[in-house]
Nanobody, 122 residues
Framework: QVLLEESGGGLAQAGDSLRLSCAAS????????RGWFRQAPGKEREFVGY????????YYAENVKGRFTISRDNAKNTVYLQMNNLKPEDTAVYYC???????????????WGQGTQVTVSS
């Protein structure tokens, strides 16, 4: 069982930065790849990026590449999503998820956090 909890969301203006954290508890955390997803009102859950359990493999969706950075600290059981140059279209509830092995589809992830709201104003 892996329990995930996101934090760090909030209000931002266009061009600002926010850093989201995803803390995990449970066994074998360090062996789980982690994905970040987001869901805006009325839209499907969207892939943002993932990081492998070693941190060696990181992949981003095209619409966040160059602005968002995913990293992890296995000693702290935490994965981070650094979001720079935020845009109003980044407004969404952001979720982290965990699975064995990287994947892009939400359906492939077994464990999910409760989400944290990010709102970006123009």
């Amino acid at each position: 069982q892996v329990l995930l909890e996101e934090s760090g969301g909030g209000l931002a203006q266009a061009g600002d930065s926010l850093r989201l954290s995803c803390a995990a508890s449970g066994r074998a955390f360090s062996m789980y790849a982690r994905g970040w997803f987001r869901q805006a009102p009325g839209k499907e859950r969207e892939f943002v990026g993932y990081i492998s359990w070693t941190g060696d493999t990181v992949y981003y969706a095209e619409n966040v590449k160059g602005r968002f950075t995913i990293s992890r600290d296995n000693a702290k059981n935490t994965v981070y999503l650094q979001m720079n140059n935020l845009k109003p279209e980044d407004t969404a509830v952001y979720y982290c998820a965990a699975r064995l092995g990287v994947a892009r589809a939400p359906a492939d992830y077994r464990y999910w956090g409760q989400g944290t709201q990010v709102t970006v104003s123009s």
